[in-house]
């Protein structure tokens, strides 16, 4: 069937480059990801063959090892070891830092040392560690806690930016380390309602580059100048996101643009951040930025830029972009299916909101029905990006709808913080008048189903428990059922973030009980596929076996596929092979 074929693609994504112009890239074409060496000559090499998917991986420099930070199962524990090119066939992995119980995460590999984050001092803030490669020995730079989810040290290591969750809902603080004195400035308020994005240090350590939206709905590239301890707007525009990523020979300035789920990618001088000329990439896709796809990763001497992108029919690809001469592929995939770009249209919703959707048309003789596929986040966005699920349901024959609901990013701080809290309902309230506007593209609003994970899943839940009269089905896969017992049993670093969009368990637990589907479960009617790996750290296993449980007893069709080998997600060909043939299988019966 065509989601086995789909699916089977493999995909390659950009990690490092070396100064000898060598990358390393993950490569899933063995059916988990997996780290490769490619060479300047487009040499391949396969560095690790783990049984599980591996994180990242950073080149050492001056050296023939790398780093790779690796996890068991989909538990999200990172950990990490060493590994030496010179060693033929496929190295040996060489225990580094491994503690299965915490998260080390890999920052940045130096000549000699290693920078990476952990949560071992407690479980729930993360430290930053620098380890020394030939003594072992290791120094806390920082350990002022929360969860520091951005590592950026300047190319002198004399400075770091952290960036830490901070108080509002999908906000970051920006912290300025002295890796000397281990002094901290606050760039940013901590209760400052401010996104921040991908951090870029100019080559000289004099500055660096942010994208935020501070005092502003989008997000614009804004400049830290440390010496003068100042602020300048670099490049800015009102109706879209940018980000952008400096060139070490200090020529140049990689920009994204993002625009309604598309980012596209342009050169700029860096001086004074003037455009040279757009990048041709494929139209209709993304090339970095919100979480799309790996950022633009430059060369040591910025000759040269690697460029991960992928669209809805092209799966995520490396590109070798030289300024001012070629891009190219260094595999792409021939994907032979008939395929297609989403059209961008509008929803009213209850309140005059207008909800932003993708809608995929049927690429086979459609059946009259609807999949209506809700992102995860819920900050998080449905953007133009391989979807193996959503081809495969438009190749079945369904119209497939991907709403960016109230709470999605890449709209603006204002759209993303209208789901905030109290306001949570209100997104559910979006997927109520997305059925009510189906007939105006030919769908049946009795022949919709839901789909979604993570708090995509939530959304499915909460639809067919707040709407048991508009949906015919859904697909939950590592779902929130209950936003209590979720907050309870997320994983102690996860807590306090998801906390601060939610609702916090102490001052708000009567509305986080009134927005849990659990507590509509007498109401829902529509028959519920569910998907759920055993090792989530995330969303515990626990919300998934109490909805199909709650459901089994009151007679509602329901099946739970419970993976003892994964996390958050099906990482695994194999598994994923398994469920989602499955889950289509459910929706041919229950839409027919």
């Known amino acids: 069937m065509l989601l086995t074929t789909l699916f089977s693609l493999p995909t390659t994504m950009a990690l490092d480059v070396d100064d000898e112009g060598r990358m390393l890239v993950l490569y899933d074409g063995t ?24 994180r990242g991986a950073r080149f050492v420099p001056g050296s023939s090892r790398v780093v790779v930070e690796h996890d068991t199962g989909g538990d999200e524990r990172g950990q990490l070891s060493l590994l030496d090119l010179d060693e033929p066939g496929l190295p040996t992995l060489t225990p580094l830092v491994h503690d299965a119980e915490y998260i080390h995460h890999l920052v940045a590999a130096r000549s000699g040392s290693v920078l990476y984050t952990t949560n071992r001092r407690n479980g729930t803030d993360f430290d930053l560690v620098t380890r020394d490669l030939a003594t072992g020995r290791e120094i806390v730079l920082y350990d002022g806690g929360g969860w520091v989810m951005g590592v950026d040290p300047s ?35 901590e209760d400052a309602h401010n996104d921040q994005g991908p951090v870029a240090w100019l080559p000289d350590s004099s500055a660096f580059l942010v994208s935020s939206n501070a005092d502003r709905d989008r997000m614009a590239i804004r400049r830290y100048d440390v010496s003068a301890a100042t602020w300048t707007e670099l490049l800015a525009d009102d109706a879209r996101d940018l980000a952008g990523w400096p060139s070490p020979d200090g020529e140049h300035l ?9 980012v596209a990618l342009a050169l700029h001088r860096l001086e004074d951040g003037s455009a040279i000329a757009p990048l041709d990439l494929p139209a209709g896709g993304c090339a970095g930025l919100l979480y799309a796809t790996p950022d633009p990763i430059w060369s040591p001497d910025g000759s040269f830029a690697a460029i991960t992108y992928n669209s809805p029919v092209v799966p995520p690809t490396v590109y070798r972009f030289v300024p001012g001469g070629e891009l190219t592929a260094i595999r792409p995939v021939e994907v032979s299916a008939e395929l297609q770009h989403p059209e961008s249209l509008r929803v009213p919703s209850f309140d005059g909101e207008q909800v932003p959707v993708f809608v995929f048309r049927p690429t086979a003789p459609s059946l009259g029905t609807t999949v209506v596929h809700v992102h995860g986040g819920p900050e998080g966005a449905a953007m133009r990006i391989w979807s193996p699920i959503i081809s495969a349901l438009a190749g079945e024959g369904h119209t497939v709808v991907v709403p960016n609901v109230r709470g999605s990013a890449g709209y603006g701080k204002r759209w993303y913080s209208l789901d905030d809290r109290e306001l949570r309902l209100d997104s559910v309230k979006d997927l109520a008048a997305i059925n009510a506007w189906l007939p105006t593209i030919g769908g049946d609003p009795q022949r919709a189903a839901l789909w979604g994970g993570s708090y995509g899943g939530y959304m499915v839940l909460a639809g067919v428990a707040f709407q048991p009269d508009l949906w015919a089905a859904g697909v939950d896969i590592v779902g929130i059922a209950s936003l209590v017992t979720f907050l309870e049993n997320t994983s102690d670093y996860r807590r306090s973030m998801r906390e601060r969009e939610y609702g916090y368990l102490a001052t708000d637990r009567e509305f986080l009980q009134e927005a849990s589907p659990l507590s509509r479960v007498d109401d829902i009617r529509a028959p519920l596929f569910v998907i759920h790996g ?23 069709p329901c099946q739970l596929l419970v993976y003892p080998d994964e996390g958050h997600g099906l990482a695994k060909l194999t598994n994923r092979l398994d469920a989602y043939p499955q889950a289509f299988s459910f929706l041919r019966d229950h839409l027919a």
């Open 254 to 262: 990689l920009v994204g643009v993002l625009e309604d789920g598309e």
């Open 534 to 556: 055993a090792n989530d750290p995330r969303v515990p296993l626990s919300e998934a076996e109490q909805i199909t449980d709650a459901l089994t007893t009151r007679g509602v």
């Open 31 to 54: 059916g988990t990801r997996q780290v490769n060496e490619v060479g300047p000559d487009g040499a391949w090499r396969a560095l690790t063959d783990l049984d599980d998917t591996c």
């Open 155 to 189: 190319p002198d290591d004399k400075w770091v930016v952290l960036s830490k969750a901070s108080t509002p809902a999908n906000s970051m603080q920006l912290l300025l380390l002295d890796t000397s004195s281990k002094s901290v400035t606050e760039l940013t308020a």
